[in-house]
């Protein structure tokens, strides 16, 4: 598929892929087409086996600079019930393989959900983060009460969703929003090492280690604790925990096959 607003780099490393969101005159305002393409080129990297780990990413300037208002400003609420573009959302969210985001510059509104869809973060020292829907007369759609309370707690996502104020990466990484900080011109560089080191681990192993840990969001905890005892059993049907133990004993490096 070709796509209009971002750009997909199947390998950017080995076993590692880039979608870079490319609308940088509207600062990667994400419209609905950029989502649809987003979850489109996630479907067809979920299900490549050359690929174990995805980076998103904006530009030095902007991550995303959140929804697209100027298509959004006209509709009315049934408009958006019919469109209820947050579908694209929940599919987003139901990708398999670890998402890693690269945030330099503004990731605010949509922006700032999006990378809290991504389950790792490494921001550059320019990266700011807000929710400021509040100061267009809205609220946060895309999950921005939610995940940014269970991340930063009630104090804190109140601030950001009532004021609208954005915090700044080094706040960011205080508050445990993202995992680390690095320069700007390492943010990338510093995502796809991370991504590497995952992508050297069992495929299936990482899935289902993803999967689990996403529970803790969503499940009791004994029901959680029950899923994740599951996932570990299940994966002593893989070669590649045979493999990743016989390594271990034979002193080497397991090469994983995903099988
Ligand atoms: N939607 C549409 N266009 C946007 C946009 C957005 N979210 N953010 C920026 N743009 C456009 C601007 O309109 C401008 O276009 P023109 O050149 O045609 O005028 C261009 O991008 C550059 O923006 P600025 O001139 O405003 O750049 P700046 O450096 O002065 O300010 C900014 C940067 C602080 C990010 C500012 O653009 C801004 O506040 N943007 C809106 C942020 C926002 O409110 N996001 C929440 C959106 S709602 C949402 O996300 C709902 C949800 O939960 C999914």
């Not at 999967?211 to 803790?216: G, M, N, T």
């Amino acid at each position: 598929m070709s796509n209009q607003y971002i750009l997909v780099n199947p390998q950017i490393a080995p076993f590692v892929a880039h979608i870079q969101l490319n609308r940088p005159k509207e600062l990667n305002a994400l419209n609905l087409e950029l989502m649809l393409e987003i979850k489109q080129a996630l479907v067809e990297l979920d299900a490549d086996d050359s690929v174990r780990a995805i980076i998103i990413s904006g530009n030095e300037r902007v991550f995303a600079a959140g929804a697209d208002i100027k298509q959004m400003a006209g509709r009315n609420a049934i408009d958006m019930l019919k469109i209820d573009q947050f579908t694209t959302w929940d599919s987003i969210r139901k990708t398999k393989k670890p998402l890693i985001a690269a945030v330099s510059g503004f990731a605010l509104g949509g922006g700032c959900e999006l990378v809290m869809i991504c389950d790792m973060v490494i921001a550059s020292d320019t990266a700011q983060f807000g929710q400021p829907e509040i100061s267009i007369g809205v609220m946060p759609g895309a999950g921005g009460t939610q995940r940014l309370t269970r991340t930063v707690g009630k104090v804190k996502a109140m601030e950001m969703v009532l004021t609208g104020k954005f915090i700044g990466a080094q706040e960011a990484l205080n508050y445990g929003l993202v995992n680390k900080v690095v320069p700007v011109e390492f943010y990338l560089t510093e995502a796809v090492q991370l991504a590497q080191t995952i992508a050297e681990k069992s495929p299936i192993a990482v899935q289902m280690a993803k999967e689990s840990v996403l529970k803790a969001f969503e499940m009791p905890l004994q029901e959680a604790l029950f899923f994740e005892r599951k996932n570990f059993y299940m994966l002593f049907a893989t070669e590649d925990q045979k493999e990743g133990m016989a390594a271990f004993v034979e002193k080497r490096k397991a090469d994983f096959k995903g099988k």
